[in-house]
């Protein structure tokens, strides 16, 4: 009788994390118990100017999930498909908090099942009470004094603080 290998079970979860939220986190620990390995992963998107390196933003997500075994944290500049083909993942993670979210991930999603048939796409639905919540509001919010705490890891909310200081200091 002969016994089957299973081939190991590897999503990615790739975004821009500037920074890592708490809505993200939720992503992040719930499909790391839907796959044997779940690598998260910083793109370098050209379109936005983020306020944390690719450096940075990796660093904090390797603290954010240090608990998480099966969780990698890796960064790419290429095209998602020829990641995801590099790292022999047979997955995609997206996650979705509104409609809006879901056009455009759908649209992604099908441009790189139409470069990749291979590439497989997950919508996993946000937790409701992260419904809200975007790296965008979190900087604002960060930017202008307020308490993100709610919101990020303590990590990331001690690397707004400095950020932002620096940054106002270098301002006036």
């Not at 990615?12 to 998260?40: C, E, N, W």
Request: charged content about 25%; proline content about 4%.
């Amino acid at each position: 009788m002969s016994q089957q290998i299973r081939k190991e079970r590897v999503a990615i979860y790739p975004g821009t994390f500037d920074p890592v939220t708490m809505g993200h986190m939720d992503i992040i620990r719930r499909a790391s118990k839907q796959f044997d390995r779940l690598i998260v992963t910083v793109l370098n998107n050209l379109s936005k100017n983020p306020l944390f390196t690719v450096e940075e933003r990796t660093e904090l997500l390797r603290q954010a999930t240090a608990d998480i075994p099966n969780v990698e944290i890796d960064s790419f500049r290429d095209l998602l498909v020829n990641y995801v083909r590099q790292k022999d993942a047979q997955v995609i993670v997206r996650g979705i908090r509104t409609v809006t979210d879901f056009e455009y991930e759908l649209q992604n999603a099908s441009i790189n099942h139409s470069l990749d048939p291979d590439a497989e796409t997950i919508f996993m639905m946000t937790n409701p009470k992260y419904s809200y919540l975007s790296s965008s509001v979190v900087k604002e919010i960060a930017h202008f004094g307020g308490n993100v705490s709610d919101f990020v890891t303590p990590e990331v909310e001690q690397a707004m603080k400095l950020k932002f200081n620096r940054v106002d200091g270098e301002k006036h």
